[in-house]
């Protein structure tokens, strides 16, 4: 089968990576226009791209030193939360993985943490244990998402990936109302089966379909504006430079919150804000008045959150986010374009067109994705449910008009009773128990209190297996390196001016 896909940023590498790695026989081809620019703004990841570059769901010859030197990669064990209630300076922490008990009748672990440390629970899992020990060990990692391209293009194309560079003028639908062929911007035709969307916010290919219908988030999640800029290490003083952490940080703001992430040149910054609220001039205002200082914005870049109601329409797959778009927190968009790539790749795509462009296979991908989708989007609103109230966008937040229905059952379940696995359905990409308790607890919705209550009542009020684990994490990362070793050994900036 011919398949086609157009775009030049991270969807369209990892639809081409992913189809030629794990499929043979398909003529594969991508087309990438130098003159387009790449949003490149997702700097963080979830584990489960480090788990598709780490051979998790077919063999790939991706070597992590490559990723380091390459993307500008570092580790990522958690997301810092910084000011996201009313208590002033008040942080906590939602890291990357669950704890060793989290699959449990009961989490134990989580019970114990949160009885015991209160206010450092994060210490019951693995990345938790080691970010508070500033070592790098384990999690997913920071990437310079220019640069994906740089990284899996040579291994598309030692898979078959013919790669063209060009930019698509305009498509030609056959008398199905389906994609038949591309004109490309030198008057050639380009011909396919399946074509793959990876056009960004343009939905260049998608758009063209008769179908076409797009599904809001605006009413669940208020961001529609970023502003991203840079901090180079050369420009930082040796205390920013030795607070710098395996983390993502999300520091709230007046009007939304700024996004902080250290590769290993610099640390990639963004207000994500409502621009209903604050104008983009303000905004920028509130960011050097933060730093004290003017930065340099990199670019302007606005959204509409929402999804496609059919992500795959005709002959046409819409990945990443010419698909789908929430917003930047929790690095969720990256994560849910790799499930929908694999399990596009595992369940529907097929050896012939005929196998694979059916009815069938459309409505159970369709609905698989809008529900992926939905309950990502159910997750990102949790954590617009604190008590801040000092700006007007807060005072709103707190009005809790835009939370879902299964945000607002969470929330009413947890006055009771810790969510467990249970809780949520589970499938391939979901949003486990563990990552929404991290944040209820963050935002004060599961207490200490109710902890004790049902360990009590669970049968597990002993904390010596809390005690076990963290005196094992800490064997365990005993021989790691910490951020600030890390980010010298491949950045010679920062090795000569903080190195000693």
Not at 84 to 104: E, H, I, M, R
Not at 336 to 359: A, C, G, P
Request: with cysteine.
């Amino acid at each position: 089968m011919k398949i086609v896909i157009v775009g030049g940023g991270t969807a369209a590498w990892l639809s081409a990576f992913i189809f030629s790695h794990a499929t043979k026989g398909n003529d594969i081809t991508l087309i990438e226009s130098m003159d387009v620019p790449i949003v490149g703004v997702g700097e963080g990841s979830t584990g489960i791209f480090a788990d598709l570059l780490n051979g998790r769901f077919f063999p790939t010859d991706v070597q992590f030193e490559e990723v380091k030197r390459v993307l500008d990669a570092t580790p990522k064990l958690a997301i810092n939360f910084k000011n996201w209630t009313s208590k002033k300076d008040k942080n906590y922490l939602s890291p990357v993985d669950g704890t060793p008990t989290a699959t449990q009748f009961k989490d134990t672990l989580f019970l114990q943490g949160l009885k015991k440390h209160r206010e450092n629970y994060h210490l019951s899992s693995t990345c938790g244990f080691n970010w508070n020990e500033n070592r790098m060990a384990g999690g997913a990692f920071h990437f310079n998402t220019n640069r994906v391209g740089e990284l899996l293009k040579n291994k598309c194309i030692y898979k078959g990936v013919e790669v063209i560079n060009g930019t698509v003028q305009k498509c030609i639908l056959n008398e199905n109302g389906e994609v038949h062929s591309l004109l490309m911007d030198d008057n050639n035709m380009l011909e396919g089966d399946l074509f793959v969307d990876a056009t960004g916010f343009k939905k260049f290919l998608i758009s063209e379909l008769d179908e076409w219908k797009w599904v809001d988030y605006v009413g669940h999640l208020p961001m529609n504006a970023a502003i991203p800029f840079d901090h180079r290490y050369e420009d930082m003083s040796e205390e920013e430079f030795n607070n710098i952490r395996p983390e993502t940080t999300a520091q709230a703001m007046n009007a939304g919150w700024q996004w902080m992430i250290p590769t290993t040149h610099r640390v990639g910054k963004g207000y994500v804000f409502d621009d209903t609220m604050i104008s983009e001039d303000e905004a920028i205002k509130e960011i050097n008045d933060f730093y004290g200082k003017e930065i340099e914005v990199r670019n302007k870049i606005k959204f509409r959150s929402g999804r496609l109601e059919k992500q795959w329409m005709k002959n046409v797959l819409a990945i990443g986010l010419s698909g789908a778009f929430a917003e930047p927190l929790q690095a969720t968009s990256i994560h849910t374009t790799i499930v929908q790539l694999i399990e596009f790749t595992r369940k529907y795509l097929k050896q012939s067109k005929e196998e694979t462009l059916t009815d069938t296979n459309r409505n159970k991908f369709n609905t698989q994705m809008s529900r992926v989708y939905d309950d990502m989007r159910d997750f990102l609103v949790l954590h617009y449910t604190g008590d801040r109230d000092d700006t007007p966008f807060w005072k709103k937040i707190k009005t809790q008009e835009h939370i879902t229905p299964q945000v607002k059952e969470i929330l009413e379940m947890s006055k009771h009773t810790i969510p467990d696995m249970s809780t949520f359905n589970i499938y391939f990409g979901h949003v486990n128990n563990m990552l929404w308790n991290w944040t209820l607890a963050g935002l004060g919705h599961i207490t200490p209190e109710l902890a004790e209550k049902e360990m009590k009542y669970y049968r597990v009020d002993s904390e010596a297996w809390i005690d076990d684990h963290v005196k094992r994490y800490r064997l365990d990362s005993q021989n790691s390196q910490n951020m600030q070793d890390y980010i010298m050994d491949v950045n010679h900036l920062a090795k000569e001016k903080f190195g000693k």
